[in-house]
């Protein structure tokens, strides 16, 4: 016991302490200094504004000094958005967002799964025509994927911008879980297969344990990028009963028109769920957002 | 065991899982992308308001584009915005990010706070950077900073630098975390045998920073690019391409001729522009990426 236990913890305390120093000598970076102090005042003052804005009253933000906190802050700001069906954009934004991540996770990894299990001229072509869709800039279909929604009888409909959404998050998605995949060595699979498991248990039993990490960061970059879309809830639904919160956003706007504050309370509401994730998961939220760019 | 032994006798059966898998996402990939690419450009030789059917027209639509539409004016906004974003964001980003590889408990908190804005939808970026920049009751709005109080968003002349320093705003965050992860991967030991060779910190950025980070220069640059060719939120709710076409892109063109001037027949060749252009510029990027990439093997990485 006693002499396993340096040998154990060594390598641990190396890897720990190498990150630990500045890259560059011991003199102070000026420069970067100041450049990343003057970014903080760019990025802060903004968010500072956001945050004492939306607890004013509507006489002080047209009386006070727009940067000085307010004497009598209030949160009838937030109640009047709360009041204004805001839990019903929520849901809606929630439904959405779910129901699109759920059916991308689980068809791109069907396909991605097949990509690198199944090896062979046929899968190959399906991936490369993916990839293709990589370069698609999605506001070119907008016009005919109005078409076939209005066509479907789907037009304001929260499966309108459902179905697109989960159609141009895929490419990103087989692409970061093939990577992914293909580095799970491939003895692991044919000792399942030599314990008599069929496809699906080796799939459901070994592979996906496995690309949890994977899973979990597409799920992510998908799941913001659906949850922030604006563009398809903009074309493809118009009444309140189908509003998803950035859509939202703008109908605040147009009903509190001056009274800012308010508006301001809206954006703060319906940034809370995405800034909760990040005070809890910051670090997993940041690498799911570079999902597939890191390198 | 006599199951294992039958198996054990020949070489294990490779047979993978059924190519049907890829069904699902082909359908919706072929439903709702192919499908709409090629829709895209049957719909620029029809006229059609919205309502009812599409007619065809032949060339007309692409007759306009080139001659009463003011296509080109609004293609030029959209390279000076690619032009500007890029020149404004690459050098901001790469240094911040560099910066932040660095894992002082100070850098981390920073981190914390730059990256905020990248939690944000485009909707609520717009909607609040509009109330903040109101001339009126805006931050500037304030005594002491009226040097800054100018119409920003109202004025021809001044929307297009400030629609360019809200992207910068949203998108900065973001390349900083690709140049950060880029940043640390750097291998410490040519740094140190930079030092030990006397070259300070701007020659090591140079020397050492900026070549290894070439790659993630070119993933970065390259959604920047492309990514310009599809700002559209943003500046929809920021001006609706105003004052006058002031800020009238590509894709807002095609949303405004379309959505709103109900000729979807010319927004569809609008968009089919663009897919040319998103096309072009990710291939011209990724084959001139491609030749960096293989002379850098040449010298041996």
């Known amino acids: 016991?006693?002499?396993?236990?340096?040998?154990?913890?060594?390598?641990?305390?190396?890897?720990?302490?190498?990150?630990?120093?500045?890259?560059?000598?011991?003199?102070?970076?000026?420069?970067?200094?100041?450049?990343?102090?003057?970014?903080?005042?760019?990025?802060?003052?903004?968010?500072?504004?956001?945050?004492?804005?939306?607890?004013?009253?509507?006489?002080?933000?047209?009386?006070?000094?727009?940067?000085?906190?307010?004497?009598?802050?209030?949160?009838?700001?937030?109640?009047?958005?709360?009041?204004?069906?805001?839990w019903r954009?929520?849901?809606?934004?929630?439904?959405?967002?779910?129901?699109?991540?759920?059916?991308?996770?689980?068809?791109?990894?069907?396909?991605?799964?097949?990509?690198?299990?199944a090896p062979g001229p046929r899968t190959r072509r399906v991936f490369n025509v993916l990839l293709l869709g990589?370069?698609?800039?999605?506001?070119?279909?907008?016009?005919?994927?109005?078409?076939?929604?209005?066509?479907?009888?789907?037009?304001?409909?929260?499966?309108?911008?459902?179905?697109?959404?989960?159609?141009?998050?895929?490419?990103?998605?087989?692409?970061?879980?093939?990577?992914?995949?293909?580095?799970?060595?491939?003895?692991?699979?044919?000792a399942m297969r030599i314990d008599g498991a069929s496809e699906w248990q080796t799939m459901l039993r070994l592979a996906v344990p496995l690309s949890r990490p994977a899973i979990v960061t597409v799920a992510i970059y998908d799941g913001l990028n659906v949850w922030n879309g604006f563009l398809f809830p903009l074309i493809l639904t118009q009444s309140p009963e189908t509003r998803v919160l950035p859509l939202a956003l703008t109908s605040y706007q147009g009903m509190f028109t001056i009274n800012v504050p308010a508006v301001i309370a809206a954006v703060v509401l319906s940034s809370l769920p995405i800034l909760a994730l990040y005070v809890f998961g910051r670090r997993q939220l940041l690498a799911g957002m570079t999902a597939g760019f890191g390198k | 065991m006599t199951a294992h032994s039958e198996r054990g006798a020949g070489p294990v059966r490779r047979s993978?899982?059924?190519?049907?898998?890829?069904?699902?996402?082909?359908?919706?990939?072929?439903?709702?992308?192919?499908?709409?690419?090629?829709?895209?450009?049957?719909?620029?030789?029809?006229?059609?308001s919205g309502l009812g059917d599409p007619t065809w027209v032949g060339l007309d639509n692409w007759r306009a584009l080139l001659t009463t539409h003011d296509t080109g004016h609004a293609l030029w906004l959209t390279v000076q915005l690619m032009v500007l974003t890029w020149a404004v964001q690459t050098p901001v980003s790469i240094l911040?990010?560099?910066?932040?590889?660095?894992?002082?408990?100070?850098?981390e908190i920073l981190a914390v706070v730059y990256f905020v804005p990248l939690l944000l939808s485009s909707a609520a970026i717009a909607i609040a950077f509009r109330n903040l920049l109101d001339p009126n009751f805006g931050l500037f709005a304030g005594p002491g900073l009226a040097w800054l109080n100018q119409n920003w968003l109202g004025d021809p002349d001044r929307v297009f630098v400030t629609v360019a320093f809200i992207i910068a705003w949203q998108f900065i965050p973001f390349h900083t975390l690709l140049y950060q992860g880029?940043?640390?991967?750097?291998?410490?030991?040519?740094?140190?045998?930079?030092?030990?060779?006397?070259?300070?910190?701007?020659?090591?950025?140079?020397a050492i920073t900026l070549p290894q980070l070439r790659y993630t220069i070119v993933t970065s640059s390259t959604l920047m690019l492309v990514g310009a060719l599809t700002y559209f939120d943003l500046i929809y709710i920021l001006t609706q391409g105003?004052?006058?076409?002031?800020?009238?892109?590509?894709?807002?063109?095609?949303?405004?001729?379309?959505?709103?001037?109900?000729?979807?027949?010319?927004?569809?060749?609008?968009?089919?522009?663009?897919?040319?252009?998103?096309?072009?510029?990710?291939?011209?990027?990724?084959?001139?990426?491609?030749?960096?990439?293989?002379?850098?093997?040449?010298?041996?990485?």
Request: glycine letters at 8%.
């Open chain 2, 242 to 301: 105003g004052p006058g076409n002031a800020t009238r892109i590509l894709p807002l063109d095609m949303y405004l001729t379309g959505f709103t001037g109900n000729q979807m027949g010319l927004a569809s060749a609008i968009a089919v522009v663009l897919v040319v252009l998103g096309m072009v510029l990710s291939l011209t990027i990724s084959t001139a990426s491609g030749f960096s990439r293989m002379e850098s093997q040449l010298d041996g990485e």
């Open chain 1, 1 to 86: 016991m006693t002499t396993t236990a340096p040998t154990r913890t060594a390598p641990v305390k190396m890897i720990r302490s190498q990150p630990a120093r500045a890259p560059h000598g011991a003199r102070p970076n000026v420069a970067g200094g100041i450049l990343s102090g003057l970014w903080f005042v760019i990025v802060a003052i903004p968010l500072y504004w956001i945050v004492i804005t939306s607890v004013r009253t509507q006489q002080g933000f047209f009386g006070d000094h727009p940067l000085v906190p307010p004497s009598n802050p209030t949160l009838d700001n937030y109640r009047l958005v709360l009041e204004n069906d805001f």
């Open chain 2, 96 to 107: 911040l990010g560099v910066f932040l590889a660095g894992r002082q408990r100070y850098r």
């Open chain 2, 182 to 206: 880029g940043a640390r991967q750097v291998p410490q030991s040519l740094y140190e045998a930079a030092a030990i060779d006397g070259a300070g910190r701007v020659r090591q950025f140079l």
């Open chain 1, 134 to 190: 990589l370069a698609i800039p999605l506001q070119a279909t907008i016009i005919p994927i109005y078409l076939m929604i209005v066509k479907a009888g789907l037009y304001d409909n929260l499966l309108a911008i459902i179905l697109p959404s989960v159609t141009f998050a895929l490419p990103i998605t087989v692409l970061i879980l093939v990577n992914f995949l293909r580095d799970i060595p491939g003895p692991l699979f044919e």
């Open chain 2, 16 to 48: 993978g899982p059924s190519v049907l898998l890829t069904l699902p996402a082909l359908v919706f990939f072929a439903t709702f992308a192919i499908v709409p690419l090629g829709a895209a450009v049957w719909l620029s030789f029809t006229e059609w």
């Open chain 1, 89 to 117: 954009y929520l849901l809606n934004s929630a439904v959405v967002t779910v129901s699109a991540v759920l059916i991308i996770v689980v068809v791109g990894y069907l396909c991605a799964y097949t990509i690198v299990r």
